[in-house]
């Protein structure tokens, strides 16, 4: 998106500064933004503008509801076998095509003749097939579990992988300037080019052809860190450049001046000087990375350059359970809300974050 | 003027370029696979596959390869590995269906996204306000291919207001099939941006709607509606109108794909997809490489054109 307008994500001033860094804190604040609060509260003075991040954070109850709700999410997933192994009894990829199970007296095939498998159950199979089957015989719980692990770790491991390269690229683009600058901003003007999907979905297919041979380490066609790596990359241009904006700016201020004076090699003033005035911007760009990031996972693995089946992930089970939609539609619905709740968790959740530390920052990730 | 033309001109050039060669890397030289064996099957003699290898010239020099294979995309020979189709026919085929969805959906969501970032804004702190302001969040939040598949299982097959999925054209259904075969696709892709805008326009008008020259306009007896139509929303307006550009490119190389998938449009979108699952190379790499082509020219297209309408642009 090369055309988007030139400082519309780009912060003009340092946002937080953390509270062991004297010379950055106070001077450069506008005041009344940092030391009111938004309901129009009186002056704060003596507190860190992280404490009062984290004060008007807990007053947002609504985002702290949904960030709940995403860490229940992430227990729900974690605790997968512990359902599979003593409840359902079965595996995420065990089939039980002719399996018959009882209810409430009746004989039951999991997956009857004509393909259609059984519908959720409930509690009245004694805990299996509580969502039913699919044309597989599949567990559809056990593999919700097993895909909300796969889904969120892709989600959550893609965005730690975004982060620590744009914010790398970011502060080298932006201290340096110059010709590293030009390689690294013209690098991304060309990612911003490809729609992200288009581009998560070419190098999705030509990994998956034979998986990724780099002679030191290699990975498998089908592995999961396929996903994971490329939505990982393709995210960074979301956010190297607000933070390569904002370390324009940040270089020219009088603590990194202080700093050159001490003595400070470059690497020591991006790394301890200009990265911890940097938090509050990844802090408010992560949850949204991850809410994008799961998505995106989702979107390639509905079309099948994502997680390799069987595999399961929320997309896979989508992609699958969408040619059952007449017969079946349980395959669809189930982890479609899942995967609708988790983004709207972090949605929620990430507009509490911006709201708190930075309620000017324009976070919009195209899907 | 002419100057911004020219640079904007010339880099997009280059991105163009730059563009094609990263396509064509990511085909050819990123897959730890043989193309020839892919495509020569099981169970075959090396002569064979060596055979297949001279004639798709596999066992050329890269840069030799790269120039073919974009003679091959842009003169419209490219062929399918997997079932000898030619591509470029094949996307000529499925590009009216795929711009029906997605010129429809961009007008919908421009309107109903105004519509309701305006109702808002006059309700700011009313629970309407709050109601919209939720919906727009779990809209923003739906993967689009899941709405498209429950609206297409509840409104269409169980309800049977829509019809179950397909494309009509003109000549096979009037104008009148094409628009029933295209609402409910329309609707879902536009969900998303739906409530993005909805959001952007809020909070647009609710920072004008205190300006002084609104005041003014109420002063000197204006009725409520035309302050709002012609002064406050005008104004409020321009980040929509140039946000809408750009998600219209966005919609065309994302969403779309995965809401035809869904309704069985058999558009570009969906050829792409069932490329995907054969592993086809070229469909694949023809239509990334279009798509982030239009999207690059678009864009091109749209800042001239801001900058014809907004000279403070050329400057920068």
């Known amino acids: 998106m090369a055309a988007l307008p030139a400082g519309s994500l780009f912060f003009e001033k340092p946002l937080m500064a953390t509270s062991s860094d004297p010379a950055t804190t106070i001077p450069d604040q506008d005041p009344s933004e940092i030391l009111t609060e938004p309901g129009g509260g009186k002056p704060a003075a003596g507190t860190g503008p992280w404490r009062l991040a984290g004060r008007r954070l807990r007053r947002n109850k609504v985002a702290l509801a949904f960030g709940a709700l995403f860490v229940l999410l992430v227990l729900v997933a974690l605790s997968a076998p512990l359902f599979a192994n003593h409840v359902a009894d079965t595996g995420p990829n065990t089939n039980h095509l002719s399996d018959v199970i009882t209810i409430d007296g009746e004989q039951k095939n999991v997956v009857e003749f004509d393909g259609v498998p059984i519908g959720p159950q409930g509690l009245a199979a004694d805990g299996r097939f509580v969502l039913g089957a699919d044309r597989n015989g599949r567990d559809v719980m056990v593999r919700l579990l097993y895909g909300a692990r796969n889904s969120l770790f892709i989600g959550i491991t893609a965005s730690i992988i975004t982060a620590v390269l744009a914010v790398f690229l970011g502060l080298l683009a932006g201290y340096f300037r110059g010709w590293v600058d030009a390689v690294i901003s013209r690098g991304l003007d060309i990612l911003w080019a490809f729609p992200v999907l288009l581009l998560g979905i070419a190098l999705g297919v030509s990994l998956s052809l034979g998986g990724l041979d780099l002679g030191i380490f290699s990975i498998e066609g089908n592995s999961l860190w396929i996903p994971t790596l490329i939505i990982g990359l393709v995210g960074i241009v979301y956010l190297a450049r607000p933070i390569r904006g904002q370390v324009l700016s940040l270089r020219e201020k009088e603590f990194v001046e202080a700093a050159r004076a001490q003595g400070a090699s470059d690497w020591r003033i991006m790394f301890k000087e200009l990265l911890p005035n940097l938090l509050s911007t990844i802090l408010v760009f992560f949850p949204v990375l991850v809410a994008n990031a799961v998505s995106l996972e989702a979107a390639l693995s509905f079309l099948g350059a994502g997680v390799q089946p069987p595999e399961p992930s929320w997309g896979t089970m989508l992609g699958e359970g969408i040619d059952l939609l007449i017969s079946a539609p349980h395959l669809t619905i189930v982890p479609g809300a899942m995967l609708t709740l988790t983004v709207l968790s972090l949605n929620v959740f990430g507009d509490g974050v911006r709201d708190a530390l930075d309620p000017r920052a324009k976070v919009r990730l195209e899907h | ?316």
């Open chain 2, 1 to 316: 003027m002419v100057t911004f033309v020219i640079r904007r001109l010339v880099a997009m050039v280059f991105v163009l370029f730059m563009v094609s060669v990263l396509t064509f890397l990511i085909f050819n030289v990123i897959p730890n696979s043989d193309p020839a064996v892919q495509m020569a099957g099981k169970n075959v003699t090396p002569q064979v596959v060596e055979q297949i290898r001279k004639e798709w010239g596999f066992d050329q020099n890269i840069v030799v390869q790269y120039g073919k294979t974009m003679q091959k995309v842009f003169t419209g020979e490219l062929i399918s590995y997997n079932n000898r189709v030619n591509v470029v026919e094949e996307i000529k085929r499925g590009a009216p269906r795929t711009f029906s969805l997605a010129i429809g959906a961009a007008l919908t969501w421009l309107v109903i996204g105004v519509a309701l970032g305006l109702f808002t804004a006059v309700r700011a702190g009313k629970w309407s306000d709050s109601l919209v302001t939720v919906l727009a969040l779990i809209g923003i939040s739906m993967p689009v291919f899941w709405l498209g598949a429950l609206a297409s299982y509840y409104l269409g097959y169980k309800a049977g207001i829509f019809p179950n999925g397909g494309y009509e054209t003109f000549s096979e259904g009037g104008i009148g099939g094409w628009v029933q075969h295209l609402i409910l696709p329309w609707v879902v892709l536009a969900t998303l941006f739906i409530g993005v805008y909805s959001r952007v326009v809020r909070s647009s008008v609710l920072d004008t709607i205190n300006d002084d020259y609104v005041r003014t306009a109420r002063a000197k007896g204006l009725s409520e509606r035309r302050v709002l139509v012609k002064h406050v929303l005008r104004n409020s307006l321009i980040p929509v109108v140039t946000l809408w550009g750009l998600d219209f490119s966005l919609a065309i190389g994302g969403g779309a794909i995965l809401t035809e998938t869904v309704f069985d449009l058999q558009g570009i979108g969906q050829y792409l997809a069932e490329s995907i699952r054969r592993l086809d190379v070229p469909p694949v790499l023809a239509i990334t490489l279009f798509g982030a082509f239009f999207i690059v020219i678009f864009n091109t297209l749209i800042d001239i054109v801001y900058a014809f309408l907004d000279p403070r642009i050329r400057l920068q």
